[in-house]
């Protein structure tokens, strides 16, 4: 790919470096190689004239809120629902159940199940399942 000749940077004077005990000295400019072939096609483009912030603009932001081992716990997931309007996208990274809590896990799924949907329709929303979240095994 060739660089756009009509995109270049200015030209930055080189900082006058300082050395211990001696006064301040001019940079002695290095001879650039592409000055000696005039053959365009030969030439090394200049890695700063390719890339430049007006040709490729910055990629949008997305704010991520990612949470994980929520444990049935009920004060997080309302923390999560009162968030989630602020973030582009929710991940739910596992368990969000409780394996060994109070209550059973069919009521468990009941209570997360209606926390989810109000968590997706107030932004995207990512789940997927951890070790405490049960299959089928754990079904008696």
């Not at 929520?70 to 969000?96: C, K, M, N, T």
């Not at 009521?107 to 990512?126: D, F, H, M, P, W």
Request: aromatic share 4%; glycine share 4%; hydrophobic share 30%.
């Amino acid at each position: 790919m060739r660089p756009d000749p009509k995109i270049r940077l200015p030209k930055t004077p080189n900082p006058k470096p300082r050395t211990p005990n001696s006064p301040l000295r001019p940079r002695t400019k290095t001879p650039d190689p592409r000055s000696e072939n005039p053959d365009p096609r030969t030439q090394t483009p200049d890695p700063i004239s390719i890339w430049h912030a007006s040709r490729f603009p910055a990629p949008p932001r997305l704010k991520l809120l990612a949470v994980s081992d929520l444990h049935f716990s009920l004060g997080q997931f309302d923390w999560l629902v009162q968030e989630a309007p602020r973030y582009d996208a929710v991940i739910i990274a596992g368990d969000l159940l409780d394996i060994a809590g109070h209550l059973d896990l069919d009521s468990q799924i009941v209570v997360v199940a209606k926390y989810l949907r109000t968590l997706g329709s107030r932004t995207r929303l990512l789940v997927c399942s951890g070790n405490h979240d049960g299959d089928e095994r754990d079904a008696h």
